[in-house]
């Protein structure tokens, strides 16, 4: 079995924010309808989280679910928890509409903290931070690549894809910056 390696290895960057990739995770995509049956049971039974509405992320303990369209949630366990909770998903939704996959390897997810994280992503996001709230999940972009964040524990987490990480670490490096300006 090959070793599990997070996309950049640990890579971080202090400025006037903390840059750092955390990886790896365990991420899983949900797609069902909201209204399938025994999808909240199933999400509670995998995270022991509710169901997230719009927009939101819930967190209890290492695991985490997460609103990102009508039909699609985002599961974060740890990563050696990833083929039991899809096992289990399988299970609670069994008869139902539903995909659940295992995207741990296709994400990057990174921390930026300190008290100015917030002006890290003020500078890639077109997203009004002023009325972003805590526990809301934003699917944006950073600079011209996609990705998701959220504020929790004095900081924001974000996730992107893998293939985009370097780039993204490098954007959030220079972002930190003290003086720096983009574009």
């Given at each position: 079995?090959?070793?599990?390696?997070?996309?950049?290895?640990?890579?971080?960057?202090?400025?006037?924010?903390?840059?750092?990739?955390?990886?790896?995770?365990?991420?899983?995509?949900?797609?069902?309808?909201?209204?399938?049956?025994?999808?909240?049971?199933?999400?509670?039974?995998?995270?022991?989280?509710?169901?997230?509405?719009?927009?939101?992320?819930?967190?209890?303990?290492?695991?985490?679910?997460?609103?990102?369209?009508?039909?699609?949630?985002?599961?974060?366990?740890p990563y050696a928890h990833v083929a039991a909770t899809l096992a289990l998903l399988a299970e609670k939704l069994a008869g139902q509409h539903h995909l659940a996959v295992d995207v741990s390897d296709a994400r990057a997810v990174f921390r930026i903290e300190g008290?100015?994280?917030?002006?890290?992503?003020?500078?890639?996001?077109?997203?009004?931070?002023?009325?972003?709230?805590?526990?809301?999940?934003?699917?944006?972009?950073?600079?011209?690549?996609?990705?998701?964040?959220?504020?929790?524990?004095?900081?924001?987490?974000?996730?992107?894809?893998?293939?985009?990480?370097?780039?993204?670490?490098?954007?959030?490096?220079?972002?930190?910056?003290?003086?720096?300006?983009?574009?």
């Open positions: 079995m090959s070793k599990v390696v997070s996309a950049l290895e640990g890579a971080s960057f202090d400025g006037f924010a903390q840059v750092r990739e955390i990886g790896p995770l365990g991420m899983i995509t949900l797609r069902a309808k909201p209204d399938v049956v025994g999808l909240a049971e199933a999400v509670a039974a995998a995270t022991g989280c509710a169901l997230p509405a719009q927009r939101r992320i819930l967190r209890v303990g290492d695991k985490a679910a997460g609103w990102m369209s009508p039909d699609e949630y985002l599961l974060v366990v008290p100015q994280a917030e002006q890290v992503l003020m500078k890639l996001a077109p997203v009004d931070f002023a009325t972003l709230e805590p526990g809301e999940l934003r699917r944006s972009r950073t600079a011209q690549v996609a990705a998701a964040f959220w504020a929790e524990d004095g900081g924001f987490t974000l996730v992107c894809f893998r293939s985009v990480a370097a780039y993204v670490m490098g954007l959030l490096s220079h972002s930190a910056q003290k003086g720096s300006t983009l574009f």
